[in-house]
């Protein structure tokens, strides 16, 4: 099976590599959280660490069954590290593990154990982990490819950019460039889909309906870039003859959000520096999920852009909200690492002067002088600035190294 190079992900472990810091790895099923570490488990072969330093466990495998008790998995560490050089440990889908923070506080006070750790939902990442581990870990975020990285994968291929953004649309995940048909595509999405329900899910939403479950996803999809309500969703279930309390339903969202299959974006007041309390925005992880729910609605380009630009975002930076300045509406503001702001609006084109000004009003509206950037896919006039508002096409800015 080829690889894909992720060099972003694997500079993060190397940053952080031999200092006395859980590495945590989280996302979603099959964003490749397994094979970064593969990735990585080369470099420190590479680098002149033996292979008898490195111990690796994926809890999915079921020879490792027995070790989903903490206790004994922790005899079994300890049985492992019998001479004084640095073991590198991998416990992938640690999840499977219950307290299994206990055993990663165990390992980390050991002077001779560089700890890493991945997981596929929200759970790894619950109240405990950030209660016992507090100030031990750092984390990263495991996406499906990036647009950039999609790219590299498929360079020998010898596609324009414009083709190769046409299929970077349909998905995200590594596995589908291995992969010739539509219909083998489908059938793996349909594959991991049922998994992520099955094993993420539904555990997390109690005596949930499938088919309630499965509605609400589509009602999700459907709404992708628009502002919604729980009450907004329940009445679009009502509508379609679902009867469900908005404890339920929030519930179920709960789950979904808890599965890392979609992502909660919160309203950010411009002006006040505050988060709005309501009317959300929901992203999907991949919109290989649109295309297997929703094969009929393809034609949102616009919304599906949007989905791409906030992942992108979600990659660069640690905090992404949708912005609110006054009666107007900022598609997305992020915050940096060292505390400043940038602004970003997306629009298929702005090559229509009624759609220009629609499209800059927002940022005009924004006062101070972070940047302000204006994405879309014109291939005429894709470049030009504003009184400082910066447009740029959308698959030069996604290449651009972040």
Sequence with gaps: MKWIDRPEYVAFLNRYRDRQVIKVISGVRRAGKSVLFQLFRQELIQSGVAESQILVINFEDLRYYELRNFQALNRYLEEQLQTPETYYIFLDEIEHVDQFELVADSLFIKPNVDLYLTGSNARFMSSDLATNLTGRYVQLEVLPLSFSEYVAGRREEGLSQSQLFNDYLFSAFPYLLQTESYRERIEYLQGLYSTILLNDVLPRAGAASPDLLERLVRTLLSSMGSPISTNKIRNTLVSQGVKVSNTTLEGYLDALLDSLLFYAVPRFDVKGRTLLQRLEKFYCVDL???????????????????????????????????????????????????????????????????????????????????????????????????????????????????
């Excluded at 909200?321 to 970003?344: A, H, L, P, R, S």
């Excluded at 014109?378 to 651009?400: C, H």
């Design 288 to 402: 290989g999920f649109r295309q297997l729910l929703l094969p009929d609605h393809q034609e949102d380009l616009g919304h599906m852009i949007e989905t791409i630009v906030y992942l992108e975002l979600r990659r660069r930076f640690s905090k992404v909200y949708v912005g609110n300045i006054g009666k107007y509406e900022v598609d997305f503001i992020v915050v940096t690492d060292t505390g400043t702001y940038q602004y970003f609006q997306v629009s298929l084109s702005t090559l229509d002067p009624a759609t220009l000004e629609r499209e800059l009003r927002p940022l005009q509206a924004i006062k101070d002088q972070y940047p302000k950037y204006l994405l879309t896919l014109d291939q005429i006039q894709s470049e030009a600035n504003y009184d400082g508002i910066q447009k740029k096409a959308l698959l030069n800015w996604l290449l651009e190294e972040s």
